[in-house]
């Protein structure tokens, strides 16, 4: 875990392509002190990042992004309004790619879609 203490995995499910894995924040987590004082603020790259570490659990590899190609950040993650949140990733594996499609929610609330192409790395 590149960021310690930030998350915690609460339930993890994969089924063949699809994995749905259940995250707790830690809302007193240094990141969000600077991310904004008094009104924190999940920032875009550390979810990015937690879906890429969940990622390298499903498939057993270590994975580098290559390439975004749609980001989208469709609501505020407040980690003292919502600290619980939902990631449905579908998984494709080609040799040494490995492609996802996200979405992250939180209640009924759709916060972020993710479509990412990853290298495997050694």
Same mark, same amino acid.
């Given at each position: 875990?590149?960021?310690?203490?930030?998350?915690? +995995?609460?339930?993890?499910?994969?089924?063949?392509? %699809?994995? &749905?894995? *259940?995250?707790?924040?830690?809302?007193?987590? /240094?990141?969000? &002190?600077?991310?904004? =004082?008094?009104?924190?603020?999940? =920032?875009? +790259? #550390?979810? #990015?990042?937690?879906? &890429? $570490?969940?990622?390298?659990?499903?498939?057993?590899?270590?994975?580098?992004?290559?390439? *975004? *190609? %749609?980001?989208?950040?469709?609501?505020?993650?407040? =980690? /003292?309004? %919502? =600290?619980?949140?939902?990631? %449905?990733?579908?998984?494709? $594996?080609? $040799? /040494?790619? +490995?492609?996802?499609?996200?979405?992250?929610?939180?209640?009924?609330? +759709?916060?972020? &879609?993710? *479509?990412?192409?990853?290298?495997?790395?050694?």
């Amino acid at each position: 875990m590149l960021i310690e203490g930030l998350y915690t +995995v609460r339930d993890f499910q994969l089924e063949g392509k %699809n994995l &749905k894995a *259940s995250i707790h924040l830690n809302n007193n987590h /240094d990141i969000f &002190k600077g991310h904004f =004082p008094g009104n924190p603020v999940m =920032p875009g +790259v #550390c979810m #990015c990042q937690i879906i &890429k $570490e969940l990622t390298e659990r499903a498939v057993s590899k270590n994975l580098f992004l290559s390439v *975004s *190609s %749609n980001i989208k950040f469709m609501a505020i993650i407040n =980690p /003292d309004k %919502n =600290p619980d949140l939902i990631l %449905n990733i579908t998984i494709n $594996e080609e $040799e /040494d790619i +490995v492609k996802i499609k996200n979405v992250s929610i939180f209640d009924e609330t +759709v916060a972020l &879609k993710l *479509s990412a192409t990853f290298k495997v790395i050694a």
